[in-house]
């Protein structure tokens, strides 16, 4: 089966998830979004980060030109990976897919370090934000700091290699 594994990642959270995914697919192929050039091969597994709820832009653009394909996706994101906000992503991402008739195999997510630039930002912003630090949001930037880690990275390979 030709399976390509096709990843975009802005700090490296994505990209790990993705080299340890590839270990479950022996003879597969390992891109970045980039330097994709064609869709043919029978399985394409995607992985993006989150960005405001959704895939980042260049993950979401690329699953925007798949069609009719036997699909699979993983994403890292800062949120807790049972939150609400994880399972709004996994909707929005299905659809994305869906709307393209494409065949869903799985999915697979973990949380990722956030980047220390979005947090010092995040950091200095008035109580009222959305996104201020409080001491429920310190807790989730603390414990996605620790991610992916080797729990992550087994499970991730667990999951395709029994897919
Ligand atoms: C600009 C920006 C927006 C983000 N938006 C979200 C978000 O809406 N929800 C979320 O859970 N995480 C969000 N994150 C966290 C990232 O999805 C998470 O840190 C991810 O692991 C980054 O992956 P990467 O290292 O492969 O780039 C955001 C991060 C950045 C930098």
């Known amino acids: 089966m ?15 998830i993705g080299e340890s995914i590839l270990k479950a697919f022996p003879n597969g192929e390992f891109k970045d979004i980039d330097d994709i050039d064609n869709f043919d ?3 394409i597994v995607v992985g993006g980060w989150i960005d405001k709820g959704t895939l980042d832009k260049k993950s979401f653009n690329f699953v925007k030109g798949i069609n ?10 800062g949120a807790f990976p049972d939150s609400e906000h994880a399972n709004n992503c996994i909707e929005n991402i299905n659809k994305l897919f869906l709307d393209n008739k494409n065949i869903i195999l799985g999915n697979f997510h ?5 980047d ?3 947090i010092s930002w995040m950091a200095k ?15 989730r ?8 880690n080797e729990k992550d990275l087994k499970e991730a390979y ?3 290699k029994n897919l």
């Open 2 to 16: 030709k399976t390509l594994i096709a990843y975009s990642s802005k700090t490296g959270n994505t990209k790990k």
């Open 41 to 43: 091969y029978d399985l």
């Open 68 to 77: 009719e394909k036997r699909v699979a996706y993983f994403f890292t994101l």
């Open 110 to 114: 973990c949380q990722g370090a956030i």
């Open 116 to 118: 220390p630039k979005l």
């Open 125 to 139: 912003l008035p109580s009222e934000h959305p996104h201020s630090p409080n001491k429920e949001r310190i807790k």
């Open 141 to 148: 930037w603390r414990e996605a700091s620790k991610h992916p």
């Open 158 to 160: 667990n999951y395709f």
